[in-house]
């Protein structure tokens, strides 16, 4: 009986030893090659496949330089940085994991005068003065051979977009030539010179300036202007802007046709009234050609609708204009879009100030066979389609006959896949390349977005000119031209980039709660209204009785009825509201009884769960003691 005893306890020991070897030994396997597991809904920590697929190609070593200041003074500030710096520490060991060799690692403290510091200053990196501690250095150098890109600061605020930032750098010293960006419009977008025949009767004339979104792209980009008649797109022109297209041809249509079954990008800026061509034009005389733009034969291959005889109005989003004798005027088809009119998730719109849409119009329908639509800008369902010449030219009366549809509307879309050809006959106009050599299916996937407005590029719309003794002042009045280089930039990168999405925000709110806590205010809404209305129903009865019975001093004497009236309004009065606290506290009790069985789930569910794991194992080994 001792000697068997013994033995249970030697193999005891000895197993808990196993145990304590084989958890040592896994320990140390996992700090070797850590494994994660992200069960987050939008897989928030695993890396994008655009991602995966720009490091799995990379042939030549990429070094990361990830600088972060680690003095000892800790404030609020530096505690809060240092936090984040750990999330993007985390994030580049993914990026090693996937790249491998390909892909080195610095991690650097810049302390003042260091070694480590002047090459954050080569490197391009930004510190933050922050009170109580030295010049606080939170950035990122990716370099390749003699190329590189800077991340100058990693701010919190745009930690969604982190992947999508890191990604584009390395992809930038991947990759460093500059990308052929054609720009096609019937607008002055390239400036207009000056005209010779005012210098020669001595006015001046100095022309106007290429407008400012064309000065932008052109530092980054080799920019080439297209003909609006054009019968064929350059073949090294990467990315096409399609600016305000009126009268555009056939041939021209065509042409664009066979560019995206090439796989070229194309950005196209339509719109059903463009109000910088109104001011362009001559008021008295009466022509409005010219107002409207549209690629109805690609719109309708694509499987988008598109109206170009009309704009959204929306109350949601609607701009003040100035109306007569200057007092403001409410222009409900004059968009101002706030973050809720965008798409949070894209890296195109995640991080956007405002956008302001003058008239824009609106894409309906479902895409064509193989292709992808993200909505990037929509309306509110607060708003309707309307005529675009009323829209132009009688704002109030819009406004004063609006009627909401319900239906929030597309204002900007990105389709992605495989395009077929609008012209299935060829070009229509005969004058491109013969029939038997024009592409009838894109060959590689590749990517459209339409924008229904274009009156958002220009400066007149998107910026604030103001004269000072040092010159023109230039500032932004809205995130427009933000919009527009975030589009280019996506779409002349890396093919992979469009891919990416932004990092989801992981905090998920109570949406049952939420949904209780409408609901109640809904329902006391109406309660409100019903007894304002009983109340205004009870006065102007109580009114007309005191007309008729006054006394011969003009003094109110209340009659039976006025008193029965007024007797029975306040009882109605008294019962309304006694019914409104009760639905209150039945909506509260409600509320706190589901909060308090979100927090006992929350605290209970594991010790359940490790305890029935327990349960279980302790009844699988009796059944085997008792089977022995």
Same mark, same amino acid.
């Given at each position: 009986?001792?000697?068997?005893?013994?033995?249970?306890?030697?193999?005891?020991?000895?197993?808990?030893?196993?145990?304590?070897?084989?958890?040592?030994?896994?320990?140390?396997?996992?700090?070797?090659?850590?494994?994660?597991? *992200?069960?987050?809904?939008?897989?928030?920590?695993?890396?994008?496949?655009?991602?995966?697929?720009?490091?799995?190609?990379?042939?030549?070593?990429?070094?990361?330089?990830? !600088?972060?200041?680690?003095?000892?003074?800790?404030?609020?500030?530096?505690?809060?940085?240092?936090?984040?710096?750990?999330?993007?520490?985390?994030?580049?060991?993914?990026?090693?994991?996937?790249?491998?060799?390909?892909?080195?690692?610095?991690?650097?403290?810049?302390?003042?005068?260091?070694?480590?510091?002047?090459?954050?200053?080569?490197?391009?990196?930004?510190?933050?003065?922050?009170?109580?501690?030295?010049?606080?250095?939170?950035?990122?150098?990716?370099?390749?051979?003699?190329?590189?890109?800077?991340?100058?600061?990693?701010?919190?605020?745009?930690?969604?977009?982190?992947? !999508?930032?890191?990604?584009?750098?390395?992809?930038?010293?991947?990759?460093?030539?500059?990308?052929?960006?054609?720009?096609?419009?019937?607008?002055?977008?390239?400036?207009?010179?000056?005209?010779?025949?005012?210098?020669?009767?001595?006015?001046? *004339?100095?022309?106007?300036?290429?407008?400012?979104?064309?000065?932008?792209?052109?530092? *980054?980009?080799?920019?080439?202007?297209?003909?609006?008649?054009?019968?064929?797109?350059?073949?090294?022109?990467?990315?096409?802007?399609?600016?305000?297209?009126?009268?555009?041809?056939?041939?021209?249509?065509?042409?664009?046709?066979?560019?995206?079954?090439?796989?070229?990008?194309?950005?196209?800026?339509?719109?059903?009234?463009?109000? !910088?061509?109104?001011?362009?034009?001559?008021?008295?005389?009466?022509?409005?050609?010219?107002?409207?733009?549209?690629?109805?034969?690609?719109?309708?291959?694509?499987?988008?609708?598109?109206?170009?005889?009309?704009?959204?109005?929306?109350?949601?989003?609607?701009?003040?204009?100035?109306?007569?004798?200057?007092?403001?005027?409410?222009?409900?088809?004059?968009?101002?879009?706030?973050?809720?009119?965008?798409?949070?998730?894209?890296?195109?719109?995640?991080?956007?100030?405002?956008?302001?849409?003058?008239?824009?119009?609106?894409?309906?329908?479902?895409?064509?066979?193989?292709?992808?639509?993200?909505?990037?800008?929509?309306?509110?369902?607060?708003?309707?389609?309307?005529?675009?010449?009323?829209?132009?030219?009688?704002?109030?009366?819009?406004?004063?006959?609006?009627?909401?549809?319900?239906?929030? !509307?597309?204002?900007?879309?990105?389709?992605?896949?495989?395009?077929?050809?609008?012209?299935?006959?060829?070009?229509?106009?005969?004058?491109?390349?013969?029939?038997?050599?024009?592409?009838?299916?894109?060959?590689?996937?590749?990517?459209?977005?339409?924008?229904? *407005?274009?009156?958002?590029?220009?400066?007149?719309?998107?910026?604030?000119?103001?004269?000072?003794?040092?010159?023109?002042?230039?500032?932004?009045?809205?995130?427009?031209?933000?919009?527009?280089?975030?589009?280019?930039?996506?779409?002349?990168?890396?093919?992979?980039?469009?891919?990416?999405?932004?990092?989801?925000?992981?905090?998920?709110?109570?949406?049952?709660?939420?949904?209780?806590?409408?609901?109640?205010?809904?329902?006391?809404?109406?309660?409100?209204?019903?007894?304002?209305?009983?109340?205004?129903?009870?006065?102007?009865?109580?009114?007309?009785?005191?007309?008729?019975?006054?006394?011969?001093?003009?003094?109110?004497?209340?009659?039976?009825?006025?008193?029965?009236?007024?007797?029975?309004?306040?009882?109605?009065?008294?019962?309304?509201?006694?019914?409104?606290?009760?639905?209150?506290?039945?909506?509260?009790?409600?509320?706190?009884?589901?909060?308090?069985?979100?927090?006992?789930?929350?605290?209970?569910?594991?010790?359940?769960?490790?305890?029935?794991?327990?349960?279980?194992?302790?009844?699988?080994?009796?059944?085997?003691?008792?089977?022995?």
């Amino acid at each position: 009986m001792h000697k068997k005893s013994f033995e249970t306890l030697v193999y005891s020991a000895a197993g808990v030893l196993a145990m304590l070897a084989l958890l040592i030994g896994l320990n140390a396997l996992l700090g070797f090659r850590p494994l994660r597991l *992200d069960l987050t809904q939008d897989k928030v920590y695993t890396l994008s496949a655009g991602t995966k697929a720009i490091l799995a190609r990379l042939d030549t070593p990429v070094t990361i330089r990830f !600088y972060c200041s680690q003095s000892d003074t800790a404030t609020p500030d530096t505690v809060y940085l240092r936090d984040y710096a750990r999330k993007v520490s985390d994030l580049l060991a993914e990026y090693k994991e996937v790249a491998g060799k390909n892909l080195v690692i610095e991690k650097l403290d810049p302390q003042p005068d260091s070694d480590a510091e002047d090459s954050a200053r080569l490197d391009g990196l930004q510190p933050q003065n922050l009170p109580g501690v030295d010049p606080f250095y939170l950035g990122i150098s990716v370099s390749l051979l003699d190329t590189r890109a800077s991340l100058p600061f990693l701010s919190p605020d745009r930690e969604p977009m982190l992947e !999508y930032d890191i990604t584009r750098a390395i992809a930038q010293v991947e990759n460093p030539s500059k990308p052929v960006v054609g720009v096609m419009s019937a607008l002055p977008v390239f400036g207009q010179p000056s005209n010779p025949m005012m210098q020669a009767e001595g006015q001046m *004339d100095q022309g106007t300036p290429a407008w400012t979104l064309i000065q932008q792209l052109q530092q *980054d980009y080799t920019v080439r202007q297209i003909a609006p008649d054009a019968a064929k797109i350059d073949d090294d022109v990467k990315v096409l802007l399609v600016i305000h297209p009126k009268g555009i041809t056939p041939a021209t249509e065509f042409a664009l046709d066979q560019f995206v079954l090439r796989g070229g990008r194309l950005i196209a800026f339509v719109d059903p009234y463009s109000a !910088y061509s109104s001011r362009q034009q001559n008021p008295m005389s009466g022509d409005t050609s010219g107002q409207s733009s549209s690629l109805d034969p690609l719109f309708k291959a694509w499987g988008v609708d598109y109206d170009p005889g009309k704009v959204v109005a929306d109350l949601d989003f609607k701009m003040q204009l100035g109306g007569q004798n200057g007092s403001p005027m409410d222009a409900p088809a004059w968009l101002a879009l706030t973050q809720d009119g965008m798409n949070r998730h894209d890296v195109v719109t995640s991080d956007l100030g405002p956008v302001w849409l003058p008239l824009a119009g609106a894409f309906t329908g479902a895409p064509a066979p193989g292709l992808k639509e993200t909505v990037l800008l929509h309306s509110s369902t607060d708003a309707e389609l309307v005529d675009a010449s009323q829209a132009s030219q009688d704002e109030q009366g819009v406004m004063n006959n609006f009627k909401s549809t319900g239906v929030s !509307y597309p204002l900007a879309i990105r389709l992605t896949g495989t395009f077929q050809t609008a012209f299935p006959n060829g070009d229509p106009s005969g004058t491109n390349n013969p029939a038997s050599s024009f592409l009838k299916t894109s060959s590689t996937p590749t990517t459209v977005v339409l924008v229904a *407005d274009s009156d958002l590029l220009a400066d007149d719309f998107s910026l604030r000119k103001e004269d000072s003794p040092f010159g023109q002042m230039v500032n932004p009045m809205n995130a427009n031209l933000d919009f527009a280089q975030n589009l280019v930039e996506q779409m002349a990168g890396d093919e992979n980039l469009i891919s990416i999405r932004s990092r989801a925000v992981s905090a998920r709110p109570f949406t049952r709660i939420k949904k209780l806590e409408a609901a109640a205010e809904a329902e006391g809404e109406q309660r409100i209204a019903d007894l304002q209305q009983s109340l205004q129903q009870a006065q102007d009865r109580l009114s007309e009785l005191q007309q008729q019975k006054k006394g011969a001093d003009q003094r109110y004497i209340l009659s039976p009825e006025q008193r029965a009236e007024l007797d029975n309004f306040q009882k109605k009065e008294a019962e309304t509201s006694r019914e409104l606290r009760q639905a209150q506290k039945d909506l509260n009790k409600e509320v706190t009884a589901l909060e308090t069985k979100l927090e006992w789930i929350n605290i209970l569910a594991m010790p359940l769960a490790v305890s029935l794991a327990g349960v279980v194992m302790a009844l699988v080994k009796r059944n085997k003691n008792s089977a022995q």
